[in-house]
């Protein structure tokens, strides 16, 4: 204790030249629990925008008040968005179901989130769906949160999967001269 307050003299000046390290923290999010996660609100739009960049979209299926959907967000998806390690292979939206807040689906029309979980078979939240820029599933659903300690790779590998049917659709699409979703 004495050569700590021996000491304290010397260390003061060191002090007053460097800022704390948490400083720069205040004007930076704290952690990925502060991202946000995109709402589903216009597939039609974001359908749109996976086609112009080569990406699929992964509906992330949720509800309120389910539990293992607040830590499948907290655990994987914020980190995911927060890391920008995805940014471009993949656009993630998630579906409230059981919200009355409508969306338009991926052919322009008004629907609730229910009725688009029953179009692609949601039973159980989280379920994750991965998709074209036309809503067709592109790699096996997700369901619930199973196997925490592994679920990061089976989640990478999903995503991988979605991405290479992207990659292989748009290659035929400029093989045949069609309209493709991305740049050929």
Not at 17 to 37: E, F, G, L, Y
Not at 72 to 101: A, C, T, W
Not at 151 to 166: E, F, K, N, V
Request: glycine share 8%.
């Amino acid at each position: 204790m004495k050569s700590l307050l021996r000491s304290l003299p010397l260390l003061l000046p060191l002090l007053a030249v460097v800022p704390p390290a948490w400083s720069a923290a205040v004007s930076q999010p704290a952690s990925a629990q502060t991202v946000a996660i995109p709402s589903a609100r216009d597939l039609h739009a974001d359908g749109a925008a996976a086609a112009r960049r080569g990406l699929p979209i992964m509906l992330i299926f949720t509800a309120e008040g389910c539990h293992y959907c607040s830590l499948l967000k907290r655990d994987f998806i914020r980190p995911m968005i927060f890391s920008h390690q995805y940014d471009n292979k993949v656009l993630f939206r998630v579906v409230e179901l059981g919200s009355d807040q409508p969306l338009r689906d991926f052919n322009g029309h008004s629907v609730s989130p229910d009725d688009l979980g029953n179009r692609y078979g949601i039973e159980v939240t989280p379920t994750l769906v991965f998709v074209d820029y036309r809503g067709q599933q592109m790699a096996d659903k997700m369901v619930g949160l199973t196997t925490p300690d592994y679920y990061g790779g089976y989640l990478d590998d999903a995503i991988q999967t979605a991405d290479g049917h992207t990659h292989a659709e748009s290659n035929v699409a400029c093989k045949e001269g069609a309209a493709a979703p991305s740049n050929c």
